[in-house]
Structure formats: C-alpha cells, structure tokens
C-alpha cells in the first residue's frame, strides 16, 4: 500500500496556507512526496474547445504566451474528459504517464497529468481523488487569481468578447440527482450578444438563453443590460413574468432601441412543472422515447420591443427522461443550415450532455470553416426527477 502520511486532510490545510497561484504548486509537492510523481501539470481547456493548455508549477516564465498548447481533439485528453475515468498511458520506460479528470459536479475543468513508476490501481484511485480536490481547490482560488483565466486563452480577446464571457456562468455544466445541465457558445468573429446562463435554488433550476442585437461592443453592452435585468430580478424572488417584465423594461430604459430574444425556463425539482417565456426565439427540441419534436410555443415579441401585451409563460411538458436543448438562431445560420440538430440530438441519445452540446456547436464551425457570422449557443438539459 501507498504510505498516505500526506493524505488530503494534508493537502487541503497544505493549500489553505498558500497562496492563490502557488496551489499547483502545492498539488504537485503533495503528489511527489506520496507516490514520486514526475511531471505534474494541469492542463486546460481553452474557450474555444479547440486546444489544452498545459499550467505547471513555473507559472510566471509560462506567462507571455509561452505555455505548452496541445489539439484536444483526437487526443488522450479528449478521452479522460469525456469518459471522466483515470486513465495509463504508456511512458518512455521510465513510468506511466497517468491522466485523471478534474472535475466539479460534472463541470469538465481540465486534467491532472503526471508519470508514476508505481501506477497500481490503488495509486490511481489516489490520484483520482487529489484531481477532485484540485477541481475543488481551482473553483476556490480562481476568485482571487487570473492564473485559470490566463491558461484558458490561446489568442487575444477582444473588449467585447472580454465583456460577453464575464456574462456566462463560470460553470458550463452542472450534474445534480434531479438533473444535467450544459451550456456552450461558439462567438462569431465579430461578437453577436449571446448569452446562456443558469442555476439552482431549493426548490426550482433557472435557465436562460438570449442573443442582443447587433454586433462587437453595442450588442455585447446590450447583453450586460439583458443579462443583468435577469439575474436582478431573480435574485430579488421575482417570478417568471416579474423577470421578463424587467429584462423588457431594462432595455427599453437603458438599450438605446435595441432588442433581445430570448427564453427563460423554470422547472420546478420536485417534477411538479416546467414554464417557459418565449420573446421572438426559436423553438425548442425535446428528445423524448428515441423521437425528437419541436415544441411550438405562442410567440411573443422580443425583450425591448413595445408592445400593451406582456410576456406570457408557457407551460411545457418535460418528464423524467427527456433531453430539452434551446439555441440561439446562430446554430441555424445561413451556412450551418445544413448541420440537422434534430438528427444530431437523436443520434447523441446516449451521451453526456455537455458532449451533446459540444457535437452540436462543433459541426455548426466546421460548417461555417470556423468563422461563425453570427454567435451559436445551445443549452441541454437531461431531466432525471
């Protein structure tokens, strides 16, 4: 057995002691001092899905653009990520490089890599659970640190994309008992307004999606607006209509005449219900039994267009079982007509969630070759309760 002298209890009060960007670094000693791990890095995802970034200890002479990027498509990487399994791959003949995913109630945040001379099952299972608590330790520290924002990046933002990826939430998944739910953008390459968010209280999961008007910074401040109003409003304990009601009189208060579609869905934990408000957006999917339909909700005008008539909500059917995706009309522009979500949400039936969203946004840039005209979002949710 692996002498655990230096056991989690350890590195938690171990990290706890250091600074912000020196946690890696503490990780990394812990690992080395356990099982004479070599080679301790994390290596992230960037925003764009396309490539990792490897993060190790020397942080600062890694700053400036120099960090080691690797294709995740097709790779090792991709594997652990989507499969969520510790993973051996065959070292130089000196050890095993082992890879395992760190991980946040089911949000991908990257991998723990390392080469271990000792790589028995018990040591992966160990190594296993010092990536959870790094997914613990990076979700704790990247409040006080841009070091994880920093790795993520592997081309220049603009002002606009800075200001449209601050409105996300910093989670693009969440897996409870009662439900999965994933997220995803792909921006255009001048920025479309597109936003996705959700979360979670006692009693009901809020979701949102929404595309502002127009293009680069007018649409990304129009956004601020939208997504604001929305939170504002329903961290005050407004319902439904009360949200919608705000998110319509922010803009026409503060948007200088623009405008938003958008839906915004409550469902109830408990399975007791699901509503929805529909301004100007397209129709939802529902995978259901192997079929998939398109729910054909009333629609009304868009968030900060006049109109005597408030926002309805919708009652819509969701059962234990289904999938439901939203998405922003960008999933269906002119070049990526031709990518068939329903068929991609059919035949992705047995799959994660987030990976469903990511086979969706990636088919739509491979049919634009990867210069979108306008943002594509899409938001998943597989309902359990």
Same mark, same amino acid.
């Given at each position: 057995?692996?002498?655990?002298?230096?056991?989690?209890?350890?590195?938690?009060?171990?990290?706890?002691?250091?600074?912000?960007?020196?946690?890696? @670094?503490? $990780?990394?000693?812990?690992?080395?001092? *356990?099982?004479?791990?070599?080679?301790?890095?994390?290596?992230?995802?960037? $925003?764009? &899905?396309?490539?990792?970034?490897?993060?190790?200890?020397?942080?600062?002479?890694?700053?400036?653009?120099?960090?080691?990027?690797? =294709?995740?498509?097709?790779?090792?990487?991709?594997?652990?990520?989507?499969?969520?399994?510790?993973?051996? !791959?065959?070292?130089?003949?000196? &050890?095993?490089?082992?890879?395992?995913?760190?991980?946040?109630?089911?949000?991908?945040?990257?991998?723990?890599?390392?080469?271990?001379?000792?790589?028995?099952?018990?040591?992966?299972?160990? !190594?296993?659970?010092?990536?959870?608590?790094?997914?613990?330790?990076?979700?704790?520290?990247?409040?006080?640190?841009?070091?994880?924002?920093?790795?993520? *990046?592997?081309?220049?933002?603009?002002?606009?994309?800075?200001?449209?990826?601050?409105?996300?939430?910093?989670?693009?998944?969440?897996?409870?008992?009662?439900?999965?739910?994933?997220?995803?953008?792909?921006?255009?390459?001048?920025?479309?307004?597109?936003?996705?968010?959700?979360?979670?209280?006692?009693?009901?999961?809020?979701?949102?999606?929404?595309?502002?008007?127009?293009?680069?910074?007018?649409?990304?401040?129009?956004?601020?607006? !939208?997504?604001?109003?929305?939170?504002?409003?329903?961290?005050?304990?407004?319902?439904?209509?009360?949200?919608? *009601?705000?998110?319509?009189?922010?803009?026409?208060?503060?948007?200088?005449?623009?405008?938003?579609?958008?839906?915004?869905?409550?469902?109830?934990?408990?399975?007791?219900?699901?509503?929805?408000?529909?301004?100007?957006? =397209?129709? =939802?999917?529902?995978?259901?039994?192997?079929?998939?339909? @398109?729910?054909?909700?009333?629609?009304?005008? =868009?968030?900060? $267009?006049?109109?005597?008539?408030?926002?309805?909500?919708?009652?819509?059917?969701?059962?234990?079982?289904?999938?439901?995706?939203?998405?922003?009309?960008?999933?269906?522009? *002119?070049?990526?007509?031709?990518?068939?979500?329903?068929?991609?949400?059919?035949?992705?039936?047995? @799959?994660?969630?987030?990976?469903?969203?990511?086979?969706?946004?990636?088919?739509?840039? !491979?049919?634009?070759?990867?210069?979108?005209?306008?943002?594509?979002?899409?938001?998943?949710?597989?309902?359990?309760?």
């Amino acid at each position: 057995m692996v002498d655990d002298q230096l056991g989690l209890g350890d590195l938690l009060a171990a990290v706890e002691k250091a600074s912000p960007v020196r946690s890696l @670094e503490v $990780v990394a000693r812990n690992l080395r001092e *356990r099982f004479g791990a070599r080679s301790v890095s994390l290596l992230l995802p960037d $925003v764009v &899905g396309q490539r990792m970034v490897r993060v190790g200890g020397d942080v600062e002479s890694q700053q400036g653009g120099s960090a080691d990027q690797v =294709p995740l498509h097709g790779s090792v990487y991709h594997d652990v990520l989507r499969s969520q399994q510790v993973t051996r !791959v065959p070292g130089d003949g000196a &050890g095993e490089r082992v890879i395992a995913p760190v991980t946040n109630r089911g949000d991908t945040i990257g991998v723990l890599e390392l080469t271990l001379s000792d790589a028995a099952d018990d040591v992966l299972e160990q !190594v296993g659970e010092a990536a959870h608590a790094l997914a613990y330790i990076v979700v704790t520290d990247r409040r006080f640190t841009d070091l994880y924002h920093w790795g993520k *990046r592997t081309t220049q933002m603009t002002l606009a994309a800075e200001i449209q990826r601050q409105l996300l939430p910093t989670a693009s998944c969440c897996t409870e008992n009662e439900f999965t739910v994933a997220g995803a953008l792909v921006p255009a390459d001048s920025i479309g307004g597109d936003t996705y968010d959700f979360t979670l209280d006692q009693e009901t999961l809020h979701m949102s999606i929404t595309d502002a008007m127009g293009h680069d910074i007018k649409s990304a401040l129009l956004a601020t607006i !939208v997504v604001n109003a929305s939170r504002r409003a329903r961290r005050a304990g407004c319902d439904l209509a009360e949200q919608a *009601r705000q998110m319509h009189e922010a803009i026409l208060e503060h948007g200088s005449h623009g405008l938003a579609t958008g839906q915004l869905v409550r469902v109830a934990l408990d399975g007791s219900g699901c509503q929805l408000v529909n301004a100007g957006h =397209p129709w =939802p999917l529902r995978l259901r039994d192997g079929r998939v339909d @398109e729910l054909r909700l009333d629609i009304d005008l =868009p968030f900060g $267009v006049p109109s005597p008539a408030p926002h309805r909500v919708q009652e819509i059917d969701v059962r234990a079982g289904d999938r439901l995706v939203l998405y922003t009309d960008g999933m269906q522009e *002119r070049r990526a007509r031709g990518v068939d979500l329903a068929a991609m949400l059919r035949d992705s039936a047995a @799959e994660h969630a987030r990976e469903v969203v990511e086979t969706m946004t990636s088919a739509v840039s !491979v049919a634009c070759h990867g210069h979108l005209e306008d943002d594509a979002s899409i938001l998943c949710l597989d309902w359990r309760a």
